[in-house]
């Protein structure tokens, strides 16, 4: 964890109301995939609290990463007009997805804005032989956001829409269900929201499961116990003991 400043080098809109942000730090600490960085938002507006993101990419050399984020108030609306500058920003934050040396192929289920953060896993493993069979599902068409880069990196990738506008028309993990046996994973990482992690426990694999959580965060660095999730063995804290848990121990 290191107090930086942060350099915006592209801010550009994704899809509707959907920002990528490219940042470069003087001096970028060691990331590991499903951490997230917090981001000052300054005084914008009264807003004071940090906003948490989860890491897209990760480029060492360039000293750069990326970030995707949806505009929805006063913080990530002033995150999305930013050029340039210094912003504040602690990196990089929780525990992060990390994969034995045992793992040969791996699952990659996101949903939503919960993609993005899985393709960080690939862009560490994929040099080591490790395979990607990638689950993404969305809203529509209009919210689909990293497919072209999951679609290059991956050995097989299936899409999802809840209105049938691009891929099939299900939901992500019914697409799933149905490549269990075919795919056979070694382990399965998922990212996205609450009902899409209930619909994979209830699919009972078998298969270690590790998702991604999301909560409303205050400090991000475990002081303040805003970010609790309730797991088998108490409360837990989204932003120090996670936001990666063991499916099979995350009370949903
Ligand atoms: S956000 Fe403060 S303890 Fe997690």
Known sequence: MKEVFLNVR???????GIVKMKLY???LPEFTPGQFVNLSVGNFDGVLLRRPISVYKFNAAE?????????????????????????PATLFLGNGFELGANVKKVALIGGGLGCPPLYSVIE????????FYTYLGFSSESKA???????????KLTVTTDDGSLGEKNFITNAFKKDIFAVNPDVVLACGPTPMFKALKALNTGIPTFISTEAR?????????????????G??????????????????
């Open 145 to 155: 956001i990293c497919v072209d880069d999951f679609s290059k990196a991956s050995e």
């Open 235 to 252: 409360n837990r804290r989204v932003c120090t003991d996670g936001p990666v848990f063991n499916l099979k121990e995350v009370i949903l």
């Open 217 to 233: 965060m205050g400090c991000g660095i475990g002081a303040c116990y805003v970010c609790t999730c309730a797991t088998l063995t």
């Open 10 to 16: 592209e801010n550009t809109e994704l899809a509707k």
């Open 124 to 131: 560490k493993y994929k040099a080591s032989g490790v395979k």
């Open 63 to 87: 000293s750069t990463f990326e970030i995707i984020f949806e505009v929805k108030g006063k913080g990530t609306t002033f995150l999305s007009r930013l050029k340039g500058g210094n912003i």
């Open 25 to 27: 730090c003087s001096s």
